[in-house]
């Protein structure tokens, strides 16, 4: 059973940049997509975007001219930054396996955004 | 973007009573090659991420009980909990994976009557 764990700053402030890794573990790396999604109370789930181990990604349109999602395959870590932030990026962020069905998720990582 | 619009928002169920709730799509989400609905449901307990239950609009997730059914085609979908258990109350989300960028329904709360 693949693992995912996922660290990062989870609390920024107004402009900076979200930075957060998955970290996976017990399971393939190559062959899979990897996803992040964020769940707020005003937003609901939305999916942010999603890499393959050779680097191609697709982004969420409403998101795609601030966010970047990268991969180490070596290191079996995916990574989002997500630019000038702001209180509308407050959210729980999760990190998945998959492209349409998710299958394991990481645990979440709340970010909170102060001005 | 599709846009999924689930039914009802909050749905009381006595246990083991049976629980159904409603997906509803912009458009139709019935990929003709494969013709397999590209819809899933999932299921998120209190301070937990989601999880997996349906994919293909009606095949369970590893380890799901078979309580839990997936139907519908094109536009409209059901998930359908037979017997409901404690461990089933949650919130349930269809979400649709036809057309980028992936979108899901704004959630239903099942709960004890």
């Known amino acids: 059973q693949v693992l995912l764990q996922q660290w990062g700053a989870g609390l920024l402030k107004s402009s900076e940049t979200l930075s957060l890794t998955c970290g996976v573990s017990?399971?393939?790396?190559?062959?899979?997509?990897w996803t992040w999604i964020r769940q707020s109370p005003g937003r609901g789930l939305e999916w942010i975007g999603e890499?393959?181990?050779?680097?191609?990604?697709d982004y969420n349109p409403s998101l795609k001219s601030r966010v970047t999602i990268s991969v180490d395959t070596s290191k079996k870590e995916i990574y989002l930054k997500l630019i000038s932030v702001t209180d509308a990026d407050r959210a729980v962020y999760y990190c998945?396996?998959?492209?349409?069905?998710?299958?394991?998720w990481g645990q979440g990582t709340l970010v909170i955004v102060s001005s | 973007d599709i846009t999924l619009t689930q039914s009802p928002d909050s749905l009381p169920v006595s246990l083991g009573e049976g629980a159904t709730i409603n997906c509803k799509s912009s458009?139709?989400?019935?990929?003709?090659?494969?013709?397999?609905?590209?819809i899933g449901w999932y299921q998120q307990r209190p301070g937990q991420p989601p999880k997996l239950v349906i994919y293909?609009?009606?095949t369970r997730a590893s380890g799901v009980p078979d309580r839990f059914t997936g139907s519908g085609s094109g536009t409209d979908f059901t998930l359908t909990i037979n017997s409901l258990q404690p461990e089933d109350v949650a919130v349930y989300y269809c979400?649709?994976?036809?057309?980028?960028?992936?979108?899901f329904g704004q959630g239903t709360k099942v709960e004890i009557k």
């Open positions: 998945a396996k998959g492209r349409g069905p998710l299958g394991d």
């Open positions: 017990g399971g393939s790396f190559r062959g899979f997509y």
């Open positions: 890499i393959n181990h050779s680097g191609f990604t």
């Open positions: 458009q139709s989400v019935l990929n003709s090659a494969t013709n397999k609905n590209q």
């Open positions: 293909w609009a009606s």
């Open positions: 979400q649709q994976y036809y057309s980028s960028p992936w979108t």
